[in-house]
């Protein structure tokens, strides 16, 4: 177990700068309301690993004293626009970093409640992992519900569930199983492919960096190893190779004379020097002769790189064109059906249309149906409701302009999300996982 | 050296160079901010990346405040040369004898806010329709709000309560005509993450990132540098101390820390150490809680 989360670095500045070098990063998200310890949580995770400096720490004090506040808020760390800290909330996706010797993380920090099912969403959509929170003595409630629902949704692979506030309920391992199993009935119905269980007391740290005293029964692992060691590297998709072209870089100088290189960010996959490839939606075959990083040129580039690909063949490429290989190639079709969540105001109209980007492409479509919506209380379909407003969450069907080249969102994150944009606003009014 | 697993500091490369490609492409007329600062290296640094063997397809921009430290503007110059980079200056000095702004007078008198003036107008001559910059989400409570592509109004102002949703790396930058967007491709990297990234790529930095002799006095527990338009209270007196800036702003807000740090892993060592955030000893954060949430929400950086 790891106690020691600061690197001591009068030991030893190289080795230490060393193994710098070497964190993994992981991204979590957490969603909670304002009572049930999830800014506690934070604060314990960024204060035990010595993210929180002296003068925030100075200037919370004083700003909790002057709001009446017994103990240091540390929601107020949390809450970083005046409208939330006046208002005591979270409107709004918040990012929060903190480091161990062995991980560094990003927190995006969500608020819980059923208006705010957009910002949870967006929290999720770059989240490797789920810290879920529930209070010992209420257990599951209809936002816990939701909190998983989304996760799974946004195909979120790891899931923690804390149940929080075990002094409450005097320790007791008997209600710490009878939550779990309870949540444990809610993921058969949802699609959740690691979740692990920590009982915890966030206010004093009970299993949280250090194991707790009071609750010899549990014999897992703290939440702080959990996040410092879930295996995250085989999470990425390495087998469907694509890479969808961002920007062709074209140097016009002596020097560089015929250069043309298809610069962009390996969505999936591996792409390797001599590798024979397709171009989407040409169909024109080609095979790589260079890839470069900068003024290197490397052999093999894997998901997550951004690369500048050059081919043998001189053939016509653009930004929004896709590069597969032949024998792996993606759905290419204009008919697309979709999980959604709405995020505007203005409702969603059926025929209508709007703008669709996906990956580097972006294309017209037209809602053709709504095939049902989600009930967020019971979490029910509801196929004969077709009005979807703000937050809702459901299943669409769209027709595109033009065919997209996509996976399903299950099977590949960067080549089966897509947004909606509208056309006369230019706002960013959903959210698209395609099935 | 290619490992299926990526570290957290390729990942945040990866990262960067993706979101600035994006800038390139879905705007006209993007410029990337340049302050001379570590920060906005390091951004430059990646935009070099970016598009190598093109050149960077798009100039800088460097709002002078007439208040920066001397070996900024050579660096600045130096970089520019040794690049073969484009850089934009505009002066803040300029918007004052126009009459768009008045001089701040008193002891804390700053250029900080008028140079948002300075830079909007720059931005309304040349039509850029995206600035990149170096803004980074840890900095500071408003900043841990922003977007990576953050969307201004005619006004060039932004509406913290109204940002567009971001998910996944699908960004959207479409916008009216008047309108424009700031990037900000290091959103996710703190400034432990920036300085091993300098040490790793060997990044040239200026010389007042590492510790020198300098006159400072102390204000507020703060060392500020002497400066001919710096005002002195009566009871404060100029030392001479070795010093290095944590930050590069104005002369006028920038706090200097005692430090006997003369390479990037003595900054490393001492950053992993230290116990007071980065902007702590930012004088222009100090003018109110929501200081850097105004000032943002009014154009600023």
């Known amino acids: 177990m790891s106690t020691n989360l600061v690197i001591d670095m009068k030991t030893n500045i190289n080795e230490t700068i060393g193994s710098y070098t070497q964190m993994e990063l992981l991204r979590f998200t957490t969603a909670g309301s304002v009572d049930d310890g999830k800014s506690t949580l934070i604060g314990r995770l960024l204060y035990d690993s010595k993210a929180i400096f002296e003068d925030q720490l100075k200037a919370l004090e004083k700003a909790s004293m002057l709001k009446g506040d017994e103990t240091i808020n540390l929601a107020l760390l949390t809450d970083g626009l005046k409208a939330e800290r006046e208002q005591g909330i979270t409107i709004d996706v918040a990012y929060r970093y903190f480091h161990t010797p062995r991980r560094k993380f990003i927190i995006a920090d969500t608020p819980g409640h059923i208006q705010y099912t957009r910002n949870m969403v967006t929290g999720a959509s770059t989240a490797n992992l789920a810290l879920i929170l529930v209070d010992a003595r209420h257990g599951i409630v209809e936002q816990t519900r939701r909190h998983a629902f989304i996760a799974s949704l946004l195909q979120i692979p790891h899931m923690v569930v804390c149940i929080n506030k075990m002094d409450l309920v005097s320790y007791s391992e008997e209600r710490f199983n009878e939550i779990t199993q309870q949540f444990l009935e809610i993921a058969t119905k949802l699609d959740i492919k690691d979740i692990r269980f920590v009982p915890i007391c966030a206010l004093h740290g009970d299993n949280i960096v250090k194991r707790s005293t009071q609750m010899p029964w549990y014999e897992g692992p703290t939440l702080m190893w959990l996040l410092e060691t879930i295996y995250i590297s085989s999470d990425t998709n390495f087998i469907d190779a694509r890479f969808p072209v961002q920007y062709v870089i074209r140097p016009n100088s002596k020097e560089f004379h015929d250069y043309r290189g298809y610069a962009g960010r390996v969505a999936s996959g591996i792409f390797r020097k001599g590798d024979k490839i397709k171009v989407l939606p040409s169909g024109y075959t080609s095979t790589i002769v260079q890839i470069d990083i900068f003024e290197n040129s490397i052999n093999e580039a894997v998901a997550g790189q951004s690369v500048s690909i050059v081919l043998a063949d001189d053939i016509d490429i653009s930004r929004g064109d896709m590069i597969v290989k032949e024998n792996n190639l993606p759905v290419i079709s204009q008919d697309v059906e979709m999980m959604f969540c709405w995020f505007n105001e203005r409702p969603l109209q059926i025929k209508g249309k709007y703008i669709l980007r996906h990956t580097t492409n972006e294309v017209k479509c037209m809602i053709n149906d709504v095939r049902y919506k989600i009930e967020m209380n019971t979490l029910q379909r509801n196929e004969t409701d077709k009005h979807v407003g703000m937050n809702d969450i459901g299943r669409m069907s769209v027709r595109t302009q033009k065919p997209i080249f996509f996976d399903s969102y299950r099977k590949n994150r960067n080549t089966g999300s897509v947004i909606l944009i509208d056309e006369i606003t230019n706002e960013t009014i959903a959210a698209g996982m395609i099935i | ?301």
């Open chain 2, 1 to 301: 050296m290619i490992s299926y697993k990526n570290t957290h500091l390729q990942e945040l490369e990866n990262e960067a160079i993706y979101v600035i490609r994006e800038a390139a492409a879905q705007f006209e007329r993007p410029t990337m901010l340049f302050s001379g600062g570590k920060d906005s290296i390091v951004m430059y640094h990646l935009a070099r990346k970016a598009f190598y063997p093109a050149k960077v397809p798009f100039p800088l921009l460097h709002i002078d405040t007439g208040h920066n430290f001397q070996e900024t503007l050579e660096f600045r110059d130096y970089l520019m040369k040794k690049t073969g980079g484009t850089c934009i200056v505009r002066y803040v000095q300029d918007t004052i004898n126009q009459g768009k702004v008045q001089e701040e007078t008193g002891y804390n008198a700053s250029r900080n806010v008028l140079q948002t003036v300075t830079l909007l107008d720059a931005i309304e001559e040349f039509k850029f329709d995206c600035a990149m910059g170096g803004g980074r989400r840890d900095e500071e409570k408003a900043r841990a709000k922003e977007r990576f592509f953050s969307h201004r109004d005619e006004f060039g102002q932004w509406d913290p309560k109204n940002q567009r949703p971001e998910l996944w790396n699908i960004f959207n930058g479409r916008k009216k005509m008047g309108e424009h967007f700031r990037v900000f491709p290091l959103s996710n990297w703190t400034e432990l993450d920036v300085w091993l990234y300098i040490l790793l790529e060997k990044i040239e930095i200026p010389s007042i990132y590492f510790s020198h002799e300098r006159e400072v006095f102390n204000r507020d527990g703060v060392w500020l540098a002497t400066a001919p338009f710096m005002k002195l209270k009566p009871t404060e007196h100029p030392v001479i101390k070795r010093v290095r800036c944590r930050t590069i702003g104005d002369i006028t807000c920038t706090g200097l820390v005692l430090s006997e740090a003369s390479s990037v892993e003595d900054i490393v060592a001492e950053i992993a150490q230290t116990r007071i955030t980065e902007r702590g000893g930012r004088y222009d954060d100090k003018r109110s809680d929501t200081a850097m949430e105004d000032r943002k929400r009014e154009g600023y950086f």
